[in-house]
């Protein structure tokens, strides 16, 4: 008879599940099914606890798998990693930035030491030099938190009489994550997934997690009586939607009902991309003052006269607010009631739209002069030379003509600025364009692909996933496409190759120089079981893209110039922007013009 047994009786020990047995329910329980990582000694215990009810599947490194699981959360609302002690979980530290930033709950989970092995020696893995005096098991514990996220050790039992509670701490920090939507670090002791843990009465849903914090907002009606008169007394109003809403799906379907209903036209702004179908008759784009290349920017800029702004970040930032320019026409309109959900899980946002939904308002039936090119200047169908000036008019017509929407994975860099001009239309999962634009990590794309593929897969849809990319950022991460390979995923890599990382590039020094002329993608992409294509001109990448959606992992080949006329319009404006921050004064010059700025503003920056 064990100590428990003996403390609080035979019945009562034998129904206490073990450590592991109850981290799988209440990963399930938060609706997970996948996990992604790497195995190592420390986690080998926790990967064969979960693997009999949660796929563990593996990434090329551990950086992927968190970059995957960042994207896992971005779909599904919940990603988690797996790794080993520190080796393992250190390598997640800028995923774990990466979703910190773009305010996604991503559970990184790391084995660790057992606590009957820490005797004061040094073990492997830990950080620790010959020359120190002092052990430290806590280094990856420390890393986390210098990034302002939650980051603990698993514990224990203290008596033996009674079993750990690590299982109810863990259901705790899952449920923080999910509900303040930032990761949480969590190292799991080796030795404790096999021992018994109190068993967990789990709520029914997951909406009882959030049922103690419906706290009414008082004056909420106040603000929705005030927004109707606005709204009634507008000729040309206008929602613009931040990227808080895309991870509150239920909450975004009650705003673009309203608009639907009431004829509201309505813009994203950058960083939301993807969270609806921009192809929607009432959709304007995504908007970013002068840098737009949307279709409703006239709109925004020339005729709204009442913005009803919601989910915007609470602070700022640059780059979502026109590079800080003051171009952002939204960010400067006397005209405009701002609610930015500060509330946890957008409660008063909640709030203010139960008020709206019971009021009586106009519908509309608004001629908004919609700029079906979508910003891009030239629309020509004739067989041109293919750019990064001209990506966007050709994939845009491909998925009007074809019928066919993408999935859209830009990579950082050129890649994701020229995406910025692409229609990101409807998809199965709920988003139709991911990528990292406020961290802005380079790298993210491939391990972002494999989340939407499996998440694709899970939906039984076959829609194809169209990564973009340079060269450059396409070396950071092509060792991942092995795990697509196995996937057997549906994705298109548009490989934009001149050699070099260009975008900020301020001179010639072989850093800038990522590629080799002998460099093989056909090769590679064969190795991988994919098809290789070479495309330089508009009209073959429309019938390629044609062939490629049929299904299988293609790989197309564009060369591409570095040359002003052969950048897409936002990157020309951006490399302008970057050689005026670096107080270049020829793009000082460029950029006053460009922007159409006195000297004035532009020092203002």
């Given at each position: 008879?064990?100590?428990?047994?003996q403390?609080?009786g035979?019945?009562?020990?034998?129904?206490?599940?073990?450590?592991?047995?109850?981290?799988?329910?209440v990963?399930?329980?938060?609706?997970?099914?996948?996990?992604?990582?790497?195995?190592?000694?420390?986690?080998a215990?926790?990967?064969n606890?979960?693997?009999?009810?949660?796929?563990?599947?593996?990434?090329?490194?551990?950086?992927?798998?968190?970059f995957?699981?960042?994207?896992?959360?971005?779909?599904?609302?919940?990603?988690?990693?797996?790794?080993t002690?520190?080796?393992?979980?250190?390598?997640?530290?800028?995923a774990?930035a990466?979703?910190?930033?773009?305010?996604?709950?991503?559970?990184?989970l790391?084995?660790?030491?057992?606590?009957?092995?820490?005797?004061?020696?040094?073990?492997?893995?830990?950080?620790?030099?010959?020359?120190g005096?002092?052990t430290?098991?806590?280094?990856?514990?420390?890393?986390?938190?210098?990034?302002?996220?939650?980051?603990?050790?698993l514990?224990?039992?203290?008596?033996?009489?009674?079993?750990?509670?690590?299982?109810?701490?863990?259901?705790?920090?899952?449920?923080?994550?999910?509900?303040t939507?930032?990761?949480?670090y969590i190292?799991?002791?080796?030795?404790?997934?096999?021992?018994p843990?109190?068993k967990?009465?789990?709520?029914?849903?997951?909406?009882?997690?959030?049922?103690?914090?419906?706290?009414?907002?008082?004056?909420?009606e106040?603000?929705?009586?005030?927004?109707?008169?606005?709204?009634?007394?507008?000729?040309?109003p206008?929602?613009?939607?931040?990227?808080?809403?895309?991870?509150?799906?239920?909450?975004?379907?009650?705003?673009?009902?309203?608009?639907?209903?009431l004829?509201?036209?309505?813009?994203?702004s950058?960083?939301?991309?993807?969270?609806?179908?921009?192809?929607?008759?009432?959709?304007?784009?995504a908007?970013?003052?002068?840098f737009s290349?949307c279709?409703?920017?006239?709109?925004?800029?020339g005729?709204?006269?009442?913005?009803?702004?919601?989910?915007?970040?609470i602070?700022?930032?640059?780059?979502?607010?026109?590079?800080?320019?003051?171009t952002?026409?939204?960010?400067?309109?006397?005209?405009?009631?701002?609610?930015?959900?500060?509330?946890?899980?957008?409660?008063?946002?909640?709030?203010v739209?139960?008020?709206?939904?019971?009021?009586?308002?106009p519908?509309?039936?608004?001629?908004?002069?919609?700029?079906?090119?979508?910003?891009?200047?030239?629309?020509?169908?004739?067989?041109?030379?293919?750019?990064?000036?001209?990506?966007?008019?050709?994939?845009?017509?491909?998925?009007?003509?074809?019928?066919q929407?993408?999935?859209?994975?830009?990579?950082?860099?050129?890649?994701?600025?020229?995406?910025f001009?692409?229609?990101?239309?409807?998809?199965?999962?709920?988003?139709?364009?991911?990528?990292?634009?406020?961290?802005?990590?380079?790298?993210?794309?491939?391990?972002?692909?494999?989340?939407?593929?499996?998440?694709?897969?899970?939906?039984?849809?076959?829609?194809p996933?169209?990564?973009?990319?340079?060269?450059?950022?396409?070396?950071?991460q092509?060792?991942e496409?092995?795990?697509?390979?196995?996937?057997?995923?549906?994705?298109?890599?548009?490989?934009?190759?001149?050699?070099?990382?260009?975008?900020?590039?301020?001179?010639?020094a072989?850093?800038?120089?990522?590629?080799?002329?002998?460099?093989?993608?056909?090769?590679?992409?064969?190795?991988?079981?994919?098809?290789?294509?070479?495309?330089?001109?508009?009209?073959?990448?429309?019938?390629?893209?044609?062939i490629?959606?049929?299904?299988?992992?293609?790989?197309?080949?564009?060369?591409?110039?570095?040359?002003?006329?052969?950048?897409?319009?936002?990157?020309?404006?951006?490399?302008?922007?970057?050689?005026f921050?670096?107080?270049?004064?020829?793009?000082?010059?460029?950029?006053?013009?460009?922007?159409?700025?006195?000297?004035?503003?532009?020092?203002?920056?």
């Amino acid at each position: 008879m064990n100590a428990i047994s003996q403390n609080l009786g035979i019945p009562y020990s034998e129904q206490l599940p073990t450590l592991g047995q109850s981290l799988c329910e209440v990963l399930q329980f938060f609706g997970l099914n996948r996990i992604y990582g790497v195995g190592g000694d420390f986690v080998a215990n926790l990967i064969n606890a979960l693997d009999p009810s949660i796929s563990v599947l593996p990434s090329s490194n551990e950086m992927h798998a968190g970059f995957t699981a960042c994207a896992q959360a971005e779909l599904s609302g919940l990603g988690a990693c797996l790794t080993t002690y520190t080796v393992g979980s250190l390598p997640c530290v800028s995923a774990a930035a990466l979703a910190r930033t773009e305010g996604l709950p991503v559970i990184f989970l790391s084995g660790a030491p057992g606590e009957s092995e820490i005797h004061g020696q040094a073990l492997h893995h830990m950080v620790h030099p010959g020359c120190g005096w002092h052990t430290d098991l806590n280094a990856a514990l420390n890393a986390f938190k210098a990034l302002g996220i939650k980051a603990e050790r698993l514990q224990g039992q203290r008596h033996q009489g009674q079993p750990n509670v690590a299982a109810a701490r863990f259901f705790e920090l899952v449920s923080e994550a999910l509900q303040t939507r930032q990761p949480v670090y969590i190292e799991v002791p080796r030795d404790l997934v096999n021992l018994p843990t109190q068993k967990l009465r789990l709520p029914t849903s997951l909406a009882e997690l959030t049922a103690y914090t419906r706290l009414g907002l008082e004056g909420a009606e106040l603000i929705a009586a005030d927004i109707s008169e606005r709204l009634k007394r507008a000729t040309f109003p206008m929602l613009y939607l931040g990227e808080r809403l895309r991870m509150n799906r239920p909450l975004l379907k009650r705003i673009l009902d309203f608009c639907h209903r009431l004829g509201l036209p309505y813009a994203t702004s950058w960083f939301a991309k993807g969270m609806v179908d921009e192809s929607h008759p009432l959709c304007l784009g995504a908007y970013n003052g002068v840098f737009s290349a949307c279709r409703g920017q006239a709109y925004v800029e020339g005729k709204a006269d009442f913005v009803l702004e919601l989910g915007t970040a609470i602070y700022d930032s640059d780059t979502n607010n026109a590079f800080a320019s003051g171009t952002h026409a939204i960010d400067t309109h006397s005209n405009k009631t701002l609610l930015k959900g500060t509330a946890r899980c957008e409660l008063d946002l909640l709030a203010v739209m139960d008020e709206l939904e019971r009021t009586e308002l106009p519908v509309r039936n608004i001629p908004l002069g919609l700029n079906e090119s979508g910003g891009e200047k030239n629309n020509s169908t004739n067989d041109m030379s293919l750019s990064y000036a001209n990506l966007a008019t050709v994939i845009n017509a491909f998925q009007r003509h074809a019928g066919q929407d993408l999935v859209i994975v830009p990579e950082v860099g050129n890649a994701l600025f020229a995406a910025f001009a692409l229609e990101a239309r409807s998809s199965v999962t709920g988003r139709s364009f991911l990528a990292n634009p406020w961290y802005a990590a380079m790298g993210t794309s491939l391990p972002y692909a494999r989340a939407i593929a499996d998440e694709l897969n899970a939906q039984e849809s076959d829609q194809p996933i169209l990564l973009i990319t340079g060269d450059g950022g396409f070396n950071f991460q092509c060792n991942e496409l092995i795990n697509l390979q196995k996937q057997n995923a549906n994705l298109i890599i548009l490989y934009m190759r001149n050699n070099i990382f260009h975008l900020g590039k301020a001179g010639d020094a072989p850093i800038y120089h990522c590629n080799d002329h002998n460099f093989s993608p056909a090769k590679l992409v064969e190795a991988y079981g994919g098809k290789y294509h070479y495309c330089d001109k508009t009209n073959s990448l429309a019938d390629l893209l044609q062939i490629c959606c049929q299904g299988g992992l293609h790989l197309i080949e564009i060369p591409t110039s570095t040359h002003n006329e052969c950048l897409s319009p936002i990157a020309i404006k951006l490399n302008t922007y970057i050689g005026f921050k670096n107080g270049l004064a020829e793009a000082t010059e460029a950029w006053h013009q460009l922007c159409g700025m006195n000297q004035c503003n532009a020092e203002s920056i």
